[in-house]
């Protein structure tokens, strides 16, 4: 079901809108007593990675599944005893949400896990990423007698899964992800067992842990491994299935051999710093884009500030790489949640101010380099621009963390339109004047690819990771988009 | 996904448990602006009917197909213009739902009306009643890759839809109903119609009528009508399937000639008294119902009261046929909700002293006659007992406009197991010691039937009522319940 | 301070607007364990007399004095533990409140009781009534250094307490009260003592129980000694104190001796019907104003409605006087709060008929009866009138248990002004008119006297009871609000 | 009143007991449009200096004095349209504040701003900082007749100023903070006058801003004219009274001349990185103090660490100072709150790793220098060492941007009791080996006083600034502390 306009009465503000988003986070783990905290436990840990709601399935020998699905950030619902007092069980997998500001209502329905009764007992779905077939998927699955409950493309998975014939979950889970398109990490849940899934091109992280005696963790990003203890043992691989019971892993390719394409864009904004990919961790990533853009593109100033604070890491490299002192010139607000219900006028004519403040007394007739992970529509730089200027600053320099970020991602990320991307629109020489800084530079493609540890660059004939949002190269064809008239870029 | 132990933090005062319950009420409106309000309003009339939760679907050509599922009260929900602004359009149904108390936990996917999504288009069901076979029947959909999202019977109804070839809901939802068994009366709606279905017996009521220029309206009692300033037009048959579209009723009969035995307890206590049920109001019946008792266990005393508030009209029937003066000595507290929430141990020991007070100065050296509705547990029945006895009552006669209900319900009424039913224990006598009173009177099947309008009483070759509470003779096989053990009286 | 307009989000609908509303109840008691557990039960007896907020203040010999005011209903606060367990001691006391409609907005700080710290401890005190000169004793207060909290008017007790030099508690609340005028039931508490005092009238009711070995109770009403199960001792004296500690009462007269006047609208519409007044209960006197009224203003006719649910005790006593059957023509909805939040325009409009709902097939071509207990605005006799024609009754006739309503109260009841009040601006005949039914009779006001058991009726020498808003005649001249203007009725 | 043992329902995780806390920060406004949109924004700005609650006063010509009290933030409360719309008026006061943890339950009553109403007008009144003689005040003003609504101290002001014979308000407030002695800074507002006091020792901040044609504000600091767009004009002095009216500022000296001794600690961790004090960024202040302890306690190793997020300036001036390469060891969450309601037993034991993580693969084999603010009981401390150990750093080295903290504050600072301070039980050593690190270094009290920008460190004579907390030197007496058996530090 659709909803009518957007109520007035929420209001996301705009800083907010000026990112890319990770659409989902999730977490699963088996073998520990009261398993269901230890999910709530991971998915605080991994909020960033979806905001809006959060949802946890678990499952006990006596009780058998239960489930709560919230909108609200974790610590404010999986918190409380009276609640996950609801969930006991030693099997438990969750996810968190960030919902697609202002296309359609947020329902309750549209929070994942999804659960499905099979012949052969209930089984529970969690899913990172986007199907890039779903619409037609979809439409295929009514006719053939399917009752959707929920808006979310994900719930296809859980349809296929009960039209398979096989008799076991792994194995209907296998035969349902072999009809999708798209990206996708799954953790998956049956009465016994854990089970992980990454696409043939491990889109979308998905990581292993060991906790205690024969518990297993499965976690889109290690940060969730940390908080509760959990050990890491390796991620899983593109087009791996792990299938985890009694403290054991049975691992199978169900889509054949395939080589992975990572999201590049995990390591520039969309995971932790603390989490660790490939060995190393994020931050360190940051700060060697950050040394990278230094080199690619210097300029001469008293300051190297970042945007607070996914800008932070690469500043410090920055700072590092050319000797300009790192300080903090902007402030943000600690308080600061995402959206308000019901504002005043002057709330929402607020905007960044609500949420950044400019160290006047530093800024004053400094020249400032200003460190951001990325541009998106450019409305944030233009204001932070502006309060810099107003603060006294001398000149500003604006040196970004990533390419510029010219084509919307179909593979669970949200991404405005693609008119609505600045450098879908400008060249880098026009994005500086619209802005209105002294210089604007991006990092190249070839110094990301450097900075996340590939020497020679991208290997354009068969690049190492998924790029499309910068490159316009989609690995996996869009076709869904493209039935509603979605353009490519032409080949070359 | 059942639930652990029903929660501590949540009460439902032991009075409450002594009656029957009526499980749903349904109601539609086409062809009126703002048809979700008229919903709302219709409803609130309705909430005897399901004070628990309220759910409506509306449909608007612009916003498409809305809804909202609600815990608590009609009128604390769908009063609100930020919520109604919600659900646009000029086709809308909705339902008011019952828990079966402790049994199992509320959630929100169990509120109705469900909704299905179809080729031809969306299709929302409302339910009120029971089937029978819906345990065997959830199997074979999921055999057959349903994916069931409630723990509801009636959500069976939408994916037996989804599986029919038929090119038309109505057609479709009269192939699904022609695979259910038991009691029900169907209010659905699609973009642009109304439809409307009872049962072949006719278990449980629905009624048509007409508002404005071009509007109808379904709705399980007349009362219902009256709020909205609608006119009655007429019952829907049993059997009936109407489908209501820009003002034309369109009647058929689906399953083929039936001859109906409505609930006779509909009369006897479901019913709100101001509905009315073959030209006669509740009202009216339960008046006549007093009368029969009088006359068929008249008893000398100085004061008939009613057990408020459903004996009220029978104990005023009783008191004008039998020359006793009528009046209050129990008053209702006016202010009692139907749970607390984390009461203290005290609240937990009050019992029906929360609800009901006798009026001791009137109450002090007489002789009392009790007519209550009905007699369950009999728990209540002592308590009040009790409290007459400490205001100093010289005797107490209870009179009980009702049967002895010894057989429970499978049609849509929420009743105890069979043993705990007073009436399946104990013979009239052993209840009157029991209880602890000086008489205990219930009224003969015949006497109910005959104030009901059946001048020679019950037709025992063909009943015209169902009455299987009473008589234990089921019109419909209980094949689910028979499945888990349920004897069926044995033939005489 | 004051407040802007009141919210245009909250809407309590005109029915509730068209009566005389008791503004508060109060209940206190003393050597019981967890003693405003009873507290919260003698409140919730007592929601009838102030349904907006609730507080209660207890003290322990550890946690010293703790005190929960709220918003609401009784039954939805003070009944979970995680309140009431805050609330530790062996004395306590409590009071509902009803706010004044429109005239200000509710604030906490209004909702008693209230509390002072003394130099010899702290003490809490609940008002029932009015202060007569409360305005002009807040302007002396202010002068002489009292900091206001509220925008009670009792809040100026505890500040002349304050100001006395007295050395006891009991001793500084008879200072404070010889300084108020107006009408008061007042209950008070101290770490070790329940006070109780009304006013030289005795205006307001306050009772006397005990519970226990050594407990006593104070309370507005004597349901609300049942409900915790405390026997009724005797009614406070007008202008006695009582001081209770350690199971031993001392009663005083700090005011001199007096004669009574109690409301005589607490027999006609205030009280509970199962409560009881000078050995009767509130029932038993409605039934006889009914039978009153009957002999005073006789009709034929075919059947007698009472307006719910005020209005039953005495239409029972007039059908049992005329003969005319006695039958419940409009049914009122259960499931109806006072106050919507944020409605739709649709419930705005709705008024009376969310409500009361006429039984239409008991009431067409009957001449009906109906049996009210007041008339105010008479907007809602109107509306009454209305449903009751619609639904094709061939006459209507109203009878009122009470004498017109002339005149507003100043002693605790809120009243429109004087010129809302129909009874007011028009006649009898008039009145009969503008309602539009074909008679319309209120009982006199000896005939009012007669039925409270006054055998000789009123003693217009020397009134027995207040009764002022039917005759004008205030035993307490009302000064603050003759300084704003109000004219007494002449001198005849 | 005081009240029960703190609920179980509630939980602060200790991580935030480890900090000494701010209690208060106050903002006002005159002359312009919406006054309370403006206080709503500043204190949100402001809410580091408290995060329990929050309350805001305004005043309108046609609505008088309104006002609200809110728990929670100010960003859920006071941005809400519903809400603000209550605070009509071109001038405003409001006030955030932090709870005493654990001593005495959380009451809407103790928010402020006071209110009273006087015989000249009403009078609302925000008071950061702690009154040293308050016990004493309230007991005088008891006996005198004043009625305390609240357990705060601040409330003596208004009674103080009640009892005032003063004929203009802000000749009441002198005469009120003349009786009191303790650390103050009071933005107080009458229907039209905004007016600002500062003790004369100006322990806490209060600056004076401009917006508009004609507003004035005042404000605890510098961050909150910024996100109003006000213009700095200068600090108020200490012992400076300003009232402002029409666009004019009075000034006076209600207290006779005074030297200030403004809080050091202000500099060290309450006050926003991005205030300024003396024309210096607060972050510029700790990163020179950081570069002082870099001087003072050098050590080599391999990182600079801050402990998030207040050490992050200090440690950046360490890391400038010593050539150590700056890094971010340790990652914050960011959807932290500071307390959980009715928490599992899991989240009560998780502690620290809520908060924060260590970037592990960062770390490892690393040796890691540590910069925080300050310790106070060090139970945090030795938790962060376990992380940063456990993540496999080779050496740990703490070091403290400020000096040990031994003595309570009593200024407006929420401290524990001496005997909870680390510093108040150790020597530098044992809190080495307590906490269980290579080295642990605190900067000195005059490498403090030089990193504020006093060139020759402290006079010792005559100190420049409050030090107590390190020093032990309490500059005003702290009697009520002192009558309750506090022991002042011996004379040397």
């Not at 998106?376 to 604006?398: N, P």
Request: aromatic share 8%; proline share 5%; charged share 25%.
């Amino acid at each position: 079901m659709s909803c009518p306009a957007p109520s007035k009465t929420h209001f996301a503000h705009p800083f907010d809108d000026d990112k890319l988003r990770e659409e989902c986070g999730v977490f699963g783990v088996v073998g520990v007593t009261d398993a269901a905290n230890f999910v709530a436990l991971g998915l605080h840990a991994l909020q960033h990675r979806g905001q809006e709601a959060g949802g946890i399935v678990a499952h006990d020998a006596e009780y058998g599944f239960n489930s709560a699905h919230r909108f609200g950030y974790v610590r404010d619902n999986f918190t409380k005893s009276s609640l996950m007092e609801t969930l006991p069980g030693d099997v438990a997998i969750g996810h968190v949400r960030y919902s697609t500001a202002g296309s359609k209502g947020a329902v309750i329905r549209d929070i994942q896990p999804f659960f499905g009764e099979f012949s052969m007992g209930g089984c529970a779905v969690a899913h990172n990423g986007n199907l890039t077939n779903a619409d037609a998927l979809r439409r295929e699955l009514i006719e053939r007698g399917a009752i959707f409950q929920s808006s979310s493309d994900s719930e296809c998975i859980i349809h296929l899964m009960a039209r398979s014939i096989q008799r076991k979950h792994a194995d209907r889970i296998a035969d349902a992800l072999r009809r999708v398109e798209g990206a996708f990490s799954i953790v998956a849940m049956t009465r016994t067992k854990l089970i992980g899934v990454r696409d043939p091109l491990g889109v979308r992280p998905l990581v292993l842990g060991r906790i205690g005696e024969k518990g297993y963790v499965l976690s889109s990003e290690t940060c969730a491994l940390d908080i509760i203890g959990a050990e890491f043992v390796r991620e899983i691989d593109p087009g791996e299935m792990v299938v985890i019971q009694d403290g054991k892993i049975d691992s199978s390719r169900p889509f054949g051999p395939s080589k992975g394409r990572f999201c590049i864009f995990e390591h520039v904004y969309f995971s932790r710093p603390d989490s660790a990919i490939g060995g190393r961790s994020i931050y360190e990533t940051r700060h060697a884009i950050g040394v990278e853009l230094a080199r690619e593109a210097p300029v001469d100033a008293d300051l190297v500030c970042p945007v607070p604070d996914s800008g932070t890491p690469a500043a410090i490299g920055f700072s590092q790489e050319s000797g300009i002192p790192f300080a903090l010139g902007i402030t943000r607000n600690q308080y600061m949640g995402r959206t308000f219900i019901e504002p005043t006028e002057q709330i929402r004519n607020m905007g960044v101010r609500l949420k950044l403040n400019v160290n006047r007394s530093l800024i004053r007739g400094k020249r400032v380099i200003l460190v951001d992970d990325s541009v998106v529509r450019g409305t944030t730089s233009r204001k932070i621009k502006d309060m810099i200027l107003d603060a006294g600053a001398k000149e500003v320099h604006f040196r970004i963390a990533s390419p510029p970020t010219a084509w919307p991602c179909f593979y669970g990320v949200d991404t405005p339109n693609r008119d609505k991307l600045l450098a879908a629109q400008m060249s880098e020489d026009e994005m500086r004047d619209w802005v209105g800084v002294d210089s604007l530079k991006f990092i190249s493609l070839n110094g990301l690819y450097r900075a996340v540890g590939e020497a020679d660059g991208r290997d354009n004939a068969c690049p190492q990771y998924c790029d499309a949002c910068f490159s316009g190269e989609y690995p996996i064809a869009p076709s869904d988009q493209i039935e509603k008239g979605f353009e490519m870029k032409a080949a070359e």
